[in-house]
Every structure is written in C-alpha cells, then in structure tokens.
Nanobody, 126 residues
Framework: QVQLVESGGGLVQAGGSLRLSCGAS????????MGWFRQAPGKEREFVTA????????YYADLLKGRFTISRDNAKNTVYLQMNTLKPEDTAIYYC???????????????????WGQGTQVTVSS
C-alpha cells in the first residue's frame, strides 16, 4: 500500500510560480510511475504531466508544455511539479498518483493509477 501526500499549494498571483511536492511512503517508490492531475470545480479530472518509473522523458498535457515541469527524486521518495507563469485557469486541486505503468497512453489516463493523494489546492488570482 502506497501513501501519497501532496504539499506546496496555495494562493499566487497570475504570472507567479509554485512548486508542488508529493511524498510517497509504503512502497518501492522507484518502481512506480508518477503522475500529476488536476480538477477544477465542475470539471473532470485532467492529466497534467507524468514521469515513468525509469525517469525517462516525461509526458505533458499539450497546453501546459513549457510552463510545467515534473521531476522525481527517488532518494527522497518525492515527485515535484514546478509550475511557472501561472494563469487563473490553472486554479484547481492538484493530485499526484502512482502506478506500475509504462507508456504514454497508460500514464495519461487517471483510471490507470492505483494510488492517489488527497490533493492540494492551487488558486491563481488575476
């Protein structure tokens, strides 16, 4: 059983930056592919970015590429989401997820992931 805890959310002005962290415990972190998803009020959960267990080239939602960066530190059992040039439409609850997954299609689908964190709120003011 893997437990995931997100942190780093908060209120930021448009154009600002935030770095989210997701700490994992209870499993072999380096074996898991990790993803970030977000859900805005009244909308479905959507893919943000993901990185495979091997740490290869990450996958990004097309609209977020260039502003968001995912990274992982297996020694710290943590995955990060660096968010730059934030916009009001980035306001959402951000979730990290873990799964024994390989390949773009699997990593982009929320239903592929077995473990989820509780989420952290990100609010971007205009």
């Amino acid at each position: 059983q893997v437990q995931l805890v997100e942190s780093g959310g908060g209120l930021v002005q448009a154009g600002g930056s935030l770095r989210l962290s997701c700490g994992a415990s209870g499993g072999t972190f380096s074996s898991y592919s990790m993803g970030w998803f977000r859900q805005a009020p009244g909308k479905e959960r959507e893919f943000v970015t993901a990185i495979e267990w091997s740490g290869g080239s990450p996958y990004y939602a097309d609209l977020l590429k260039g502003r968001f960066t995912i990274s992982r530190d297996n020694a710290k059992n943590t995955v990060y989401l660096q968010m730059n040039t934030l916009k009001p439409e980035d306001t959402a609850i951000y979730y990290c997820a873990a799964g024994l997954l390989v390949g773009r299609r699997a990593l982009m689908r929320p239903n592929s992931y077995k473990y989820w964190g509780q989420g952290t709120q990100v609010t971007v003011s205009s």
